[in-house]
Every structure is written in C-alpha cells, then in structure tokens.
Nanobody, 125 residues
Framework: HVQLVESGGGSVQAGGSLRLSCAAS????????VAWFRQVPGQKREAVAV???????TYAEFAKGRFTITRDTPKTSLYLEMTNLQIEDTAMYFC???????????????????WGQGTQVTVSS
C-alpha cells in the first residue's frame, strides 16, 4: 500500500521561507518521477516542480529561482524548499509520484498515480 504524506506547510509572511516534506511508505522515489503541485480552491491544480526519472528537475516559471525540489537518500522523502514566498504562493501543496511519466506530460496532474493529502501554505503581507 503506497502512502505519501506531506508536512511543513504553515503561515508565513511575504519574503519568508518554508520547507515542505513528502514522506513515502510502501514506495521509493527513485528512479520514479516525482513532483510538487499546488491548488487554490476553485482553480486547477498546477505543477510547481518536477524531478523526472532521470533526476532532471524542471520548474514552473513562477517557481524558478525561488523553489528547489530535492529527493533524499535512501529516497523515501521528497522536499520542496521555498524562499521569498509571495501572497500568490498561498495554496494547498501536494506531492505526487509515478513510475514513469512521459516528458511532455510532466506538468499534467492526471499523469501521476500517487498523491499525498496536501499541506496548506499561507503567505500574508
């Protein structure tokens, strides 16, 4: 039984930082494709950062230079380091994983089989 559990969310002022964690049970993140998504109520779930099967990382435009996705050793945890947080970063953040995701669909949430329950990030002025 695969379970992903996020943690590390919370409330922070604009300009602050948070580190999100995603712990896996019944699953290892290597060599699979893993990602962080976020969602605001009433809006579509959007990709934040992806680490693909080859370990190559890509970021949504809004995340470049501010967010960093990493996996640990022995590959049972995934992290999202977020710096210089802005009000518009407020959302529920989810980790996702699957064995293989076609490169052209890395940012498509429907391509990922395993999901965590989410952790809320709230950024205030």
């Amino acid at each position: 039984h695969v379970q992903l559990v996020e943690s590390g969310g919370g409330s922070v002022q604009a300009g602050g930082s948070l580190r999100l964690s995603c712990a896996a049970s019944g699953y290892t993140f290597t060599p699979n494709c893993v990602a962080w998504f976020r969602q605001v109520p009433g809006q579509k779930r959007e990709a934040v950062a992806v680490s693909d099967n080859a370990g190559t990382t890509t970021y949504a435009e809004f995340a470049k230079g501010r967010f960093t996705i990493t996996r640990d050793t022995p590959k049972t945890s995934l992290y999202l380091e977020m710096t210089n947080l802005q009000i518009e970063d407020t959302a529920m953040y989810f980790c996702a994983a699957d064995l293989i995701v076609d490169r052209q669909y890395l940012y498509h949430p429907s391509e990922y089989k395993y999901w965590g329950q989410g952790t809320q990030v709230t950024v205030s002025s």
